[in-house]
């Protein structure tokens, strides 16, 4: 069974490298997508070239028949985050097959924080696990780790406490294990 090429989950790379202003034209908005075609509606996006992408995925190690294979989950299965000029996100909606709706989030410095920080998990290398409609919990930030001044909400599983950082307009989020010792209460 052939393997699939790996699609990066950010493109282009510097697609984080600045934040978003008042009068800036770059806007971030979420593409809902068909199920099971988040990666062929980023492939696709990726060969426009019109607008960044992010694709929030996790790799995890899983054992099929004796071997040790690597798999990408996404975290926000259903979504794929845009981030271009308001006309090339319209006209990528329009034209690229799988993209069901599109949803702006008018709280565009919170919506970037947030995706920053999701990354950033990501990139700590950590297990992550999505989180769904999320309820309210106590704000902590992060004292120690890789993960040291990310703020975010604690959530009581019946194995640990979870640092979970949220998108509240989709109404999901990603949760990591904490040690209690390692937040402190805003």
């Given at each position: ?23 800036s ?7 809902h ?64 097959q ?33 989180e769904?409609?999320?309820t ?51």
């Amino acid at each position: 069974m052939p393997i699939a090429p790996q699609i990066p989950d950010v493109w282009p790379p510097t697609l984080f490298d600045d934040a978003p202003e008042g009068d800036s034209t770059a806007a971030w908005s979420a593409f809902h997508v068909r199920p099971r075609s988040e990666k062929v509606v980023s492939q696709r996006l990726r060969e426009d070239g019109s607008v960044g992408y992010f694709l929030p995925l996790s790799s995890q190690k899983r054992k099929y028949q004796r071997r040790q294979v690597e798999v990408q989950n996404l975290l926000f299965p259903g979504y794929v985050f845009v981030r271009g000029d308001r006309e090339a996100i319209r006209y990528c909606r329009s034209r690229i097959q799988g993209v069901v709706n599109c949803l702006d989030d008018p709280n565009q410095t919170v919506l970037h924080d947030s995706l920053c920080a999701i990354r950033s998990l990501i990139d700590s290398g950590e297990a992550l696990t999505p989180e769904e409609r999320l309820t309210p919990g106590m704000p902590v930030e992060i004292t120690s780790g890789p993960l040291a001044g990310r703020c975010g909400v604690v959530i009581e599983n019946k194995k640990a406490l979870r640092f979970l950082i949220q998108l509240d307009f989709i109404q999901q989020g990603v949760s990591v294990s904490v040690d209690g010792s390692m937040v402190k209460a805003l």
